[in-house]
């Protein structure tokens, strides 16, 4: 079980626009009605407007838009005009038109309460949260005595879900307390600020209210997020009990989506715990209540590649990448399972589909598929499209050999022995107990006619393996190179001792 669960909750709340008009109602008059009283005064600013009400009302927003667009231009003073405008850019899906259109209400006129909601809304919409969360605070000083207690419920939770996003937690718990305030039977809103204070790492705070609301709701998400407070507290039974309550309850409410998520949590609490027989089987039933969850059966994928079983995770995998609509995590788990099993036509095309959806910011996913990639790319013989992806990696990530090792192979084998040794170099330094990377790093020195580098490599391997035949036959080989030819007839006649045929066949090359 992950923060991940908390934070989805959260953010998962919505905000509409406040389309409320100040202007007098239009709703008596048709389009064409209006339409026909601006032709006989179209000096009327306030008929502009009016006609651009009744316009967007039935859904005609080129039409709004201009009536809204001759009402400023005759009175730019006319704040509902500037408002309409904005909700119909908004409905027109220019955020920046309606961002514009709001600014102006909120300089013109920054009483308004819906100015300032809507371009708050706006700003969200925008993913500006920081900017949005100022103005749902501005919206909320200019409440009174204009907004409703739902216009300042509706703010309190929007306010709410952009500190979230800015992962102000603590902050984001004090708006959802002011909203429970005003709605204090909203068990929705319970649920969420207690979510975050458990992200903010408050959960003992909110452990008693959650306890409470639990217990007298058949809210199966109250008890995983309790489990979520045992488990930061290290209170790992308890936790399992929570789980198990949460699957009780949404099972006799009869939520399979419920019984599901709460089966995905508790066996990703029990595979946290090294359970992995317990996790699997929480997460087969998950699967069997909700075959549509993507999360039940990537989760299952995961718990069997975990325990070496990397061909039976494919078809789970294979399905929640199918399943999950937005998202990277299945296609990349499913990428790693074709690498796995050397399918690399199908853990290329897995991995460069990951690409194509990964935003800049996963950043960590995008080197797991490159990697991927490369490695595939290297199966299929194209060593400098692996190279490319491979240097990728390695900026992303200097400090994994793997990552180097790979890139020197790809180098290597484009016949850039020097710029392989480098990577094979790197990859020794950040894991010495790597035998794979001091073997290529031998046969580097080798190709790069680096003899005596390749010598200390060698004299190095069979130091520590006695039985490295291949080793004590490259060693021969260093040393012939520098004229030790006694000495390369020891190492070539210690490789055919140990059964390496080359080995026996060298003196006489």
């Known amino acids: 079980?992950?923060?991940?669960?908390?934070?989805?909750?959260?953010?998962?709340?919505?905000?509409?626009?406040a389309a409320a008009f100040l202007a007098v109602a239009t709703a008596q008059s048709s389009v064409a009605e209006l339409r026909a009283a601006v032709q006989e005064t179209p000096e009327d600013a306030e008929a502009w407007m009016r006609l651009g009400n009744a316009a967007f009302e039935a859904d005609e927003l080129e039409d709004a838009k201009d009536a809204y667009l001759e009402a400023i231009a005759l009175d730019y003073l006319l704040g509902d005009a500037h408002f309409g405008l904005g909700l119909v850019e908004f409905a027109r899906g220019d955020f920046q038109g309606a961002l514009f259109a709001f600014n102006e209400v909120t300089r013109l006129f920054p009483?308004?309460?819906?100015?300032?909601?809507?371009?708050?809304?706006?700003?969200?919409?925008?993913r500006r949260p920081g900017d949005a969360a100022t103005a749902f605070r501005a919206a909320l000083d200019a409440a009174e005595p204009e907004a409703t207690r739902q216009d300042r419920l509706n703010a309190y939770v929007g306010l709410a879900g952009q500190l979230v996003r800015s992962e102000e937690y603590r902050a984001a718990a004090e708006a959802f307390g002011?909203?429970?305030?005003?709605?204090?039977?909203?068990?929705?809103?319970a649920y969420n600020r207690g979510a975050a204070l458990v992200a903010a790492g408050e959960g003992l705070t909110a452990l008693a209210e959650l306890t409470e609301v639990e217990s007298r709701t058949g809210d199966y998400r109250f008890s995983v997020l309790i489990a979520e407070v045992y488990v930061d507290q290290g209170q790992v039974?308890?936790?399992?009990?929570?789980?198990?309550?949460?699957v009780r309850k949404a099972v006799d409410a009869g939520d399979r989506q419920g019984e599901a998520s709460s089966l995905v949590a508790l066996g990703e609490l029990q595979r946290g715990?090294?359970?992995?027989?317990?996790?699997?089987?929480?997460?087969?039933?998950?699967?069997e209540v909700d075959p549509a969850s993507w999360e039940a059966r990537y989760n299952l994928g995961v718990s069997l590649l975990t325990s070496g079983q990397t061909r039976a995770a494919l078809a789970p995998l294979q399905e929640a990448a199918r399943l999950q609509e937005t998202g990277i995590e299945s296609e990349l788990a499913l990428a790693g399972a074709y690498d796995q099993l050397g399918m690399s036509g199908e853990a290329l095309a897995s991995a460069r589909r990951v690409l194509?959806?990964?935003?800049?910011?996963?950043?960590?996913?995008?080197?797991?598929?490159?990697?991927?990639?490369?490695?595939?790319l290297y199966l299929q013989g194209d060593y400098a499209g692996a190279s490319d992806a491979l240097s990728m990696v390695v900026q992303a990530r200097p400090?994994?050999?793997?990552?180097?090792?790979?890139?020197?192979?790809?180098?290597?084998?484009?016949?850039?022995?020097?710029?392989?040794?480098?990577?094979?170099?790197?990859?020794?330094?950040?894991?010495?107990?790597?035998?794979?990377?001091?073997?290529?790093?031998?046969a580097a020195y080798l190709a790069?006619?680096?003899?005596?580098?390749?010598?200390?490599?060698?004299?190095?391997?069979?130091?520590?393996?006695?039985?490295?035949?291949?080793?004590?036959?490259?060693?021969?080989?260093?040393?012939?190179?520098?004229?030790?030819?006694?000495?390369?007839?020891?190492?070539?006649?210690?490789?055919?001792?140990?059964?390496?045929?080359?080995?026996?066949?060298a003196p006489r090359q």
């Open 273 to 287: 715990l090294g359970r992995e027989s317990a996790a699997a089987a929480s997460f087969e039933r998950a699967v």
């Open 1 to 17: 079980m992950t923060m991940d669960i908390v934070k989805r909750s959260v953010l998962a709340l919505a905000v509409a626009l």
């Open 178 to 189: 002011e909203a429970l305030v005003l709605a204090p039977d909203d068990t929705d809103l």
């Open 448 to 505: 790069s006619e680096r003899y005596s580098d390749a010598e200390n490599v060698y004299r190095l391997l069979v130091q520590q393996n006695a039985q490295d035949a291949e080793s004590h036959y490259h060693l021969g080989w260093s040393l012939y190179a520098q004229r030790r030819d006694e000495d390369a007839r020891i190492a070539w006649s210690n490789a055919c001792q140990l059964g390496y045929q080359a080995g026996c066949t």
């Open 237 to 246: 039974d308890f936790a399992l009990r929570a789980l198990e309550r949460a």
């Open 399 to 442: 400090g994994s050999a793997s990552a180097q090792l790979w890139a020197g192979l790809a180098r290597y084998m484009q016949g850039d022995y020097e710029g392989a040794a480098l990577f094979y170099e790197r990859a020794v330094q950040l894991d010495p107990n790597s035998i794979e990377a001091r073997v290529n790093l031998g």
């Open 356 to 376: 194509d959806r990964a935003s800049p910011s996963d950043a960590d996913a995008q080197a797991q598929a490159r990697f991927v990639v490369g490695r595939a």
């Open 111 to 126: 009483d308004r309460f819906d100015g300032h909601y809507n371009r708050a809304v706006t700003l969200a919409t925008l």
